[in-house]
Structure formats: structure tokens, C-alpha cells
């Protein structure tokens, strides 16, 4: 007797087996990455703004208000504290404390809009404008809008911490 499956190579590749790996390799790549996409478009409706047309109108309004405060030289520290509330600290170019703004501030956690409110800083010493009992824990952001008597107009952002 002979053995015969000796002699028979057990598998050769050839072309065809390399076409078919190539084809069903890159199909799977390209239906997962359709998947992605789709999925990725279909939950993100691309705007991080609620009203994104109104905010570019004011864009330039926006730009207009950091040119005047930078002309002005107006400076703004901002606290957080459990006896004091909220408080910002209004400097001029030399250091001078900024008496007699009317100071607005609005408050939001950074990632949700849950808990945003208006806060109004009533100024306690010259420069210094505080929003009594006003009771903050973790991140916040204000956002300060600073009037003074002749019209002119400052902004500032702060992230605030309290334990």
C-alpha cells in the first residue's frame, strides 16, 4: 500500500484567497466606519450654541465691548466664599479700585445648564462689589457685565471653585 496524502501538498494560497481576506477585510473596515458616521451624525446636530445666527450678528458688538475694555485697562478678580457670597474685585489700568459700577453677574455650571441664575454685585467698599447669600458648591462660571456711569461697558469670565 501507498500512502497517498503524503505526496498532496495539504494548502497552497493562492491569488483568489488573497483577494477574498483584501475584500472582507476592507468591507468590515468600511461598514464600521459608515456605522461611526452615521451614528455620529445622526446624535450631534453640530451646533454647540442654542442660538448659533444671532450669536454671530453680535460677534462683532462682542469684539467692539474688549476693544473699549482693553482701551479702559479695566481689570476684574472674582471669589467665592461661604460668609461673603460672590465677589469681584474692579481695577483701573494704575491699580485704582473702580468705584460706582453697576455690576451684573450671571452664574452656570460648566457642564449643564441646570442651576443658571443671575446674580446682582452691590458694591461694598470702593471696588469691591459683592452678591450676598448667594450659596455656591463645586465649579461655576460668571460671567461679570461692569457699567459705569458714562456708558462705558466691561465683561469678564472666571471660573469659580467651593468646596
Known amino acids: 500500500m501507498t500512502d497517498t496524502t503524503a505526496s498532496r501538498p495539504r494548502f497552497v494560497l493562492k491569488g483568489w484567497h488573497v483577494l477574498i481576506a483584501f475584500v472582507v477585510f476592507f468591507g468590515i473596515d468600511i461598514a464600521v466606519n459608515v456605522n461611526f458616521m452615521l451614528s455620529a451624525y445622526r446624535t450631534f446636530p453640530g451646533e454647540t450654541e442654542a442660538t448659533p445666527y444671532e450669536d454671530g450678528i453680535n460677534f462683532n458688538k462682542a469684539l467692539r465691548i474688549k476693544r473699549e475694555q482693553t482701551r479702559l485697562g479695566w481689570r476684574f478678580t472674582a471669589g467665592a466664599d ?3 457670597g ?8 494704575s491699580g485704582s479700585p473702580l468705584r460706582g459700577l453697576r455690576v451684573t453677574g450671571r452664574l452656570r455650571r460648566p457642564a449643564t445648564e441646570m442651576g443658571e441664575r443671575d446674580v446682582a454685585l452691590v458694591e461694598s467698599a470702593p471696588g469691591i462689589y459683592l452678591a450676598k447669600g448667594v450659596k455656591l458648591n463645586g465649579a461655576w462660571d460668571l460671567e461679570v457685565t461692569a457699567r459705569d456711569a458714562h456708558g462705558h461697558l466691561a465683561n469678564a469670565d472666571r471660573r469659580l471653585f467651593q468646596p
Not at 86 to 93: E, G, L, P, S, T
Open 82 to 84: 461661604a460668609a461673603d
Open 86 to 93: 460672590v465677589r469681584v474685585a474692579a481695577f483701573d489700568r
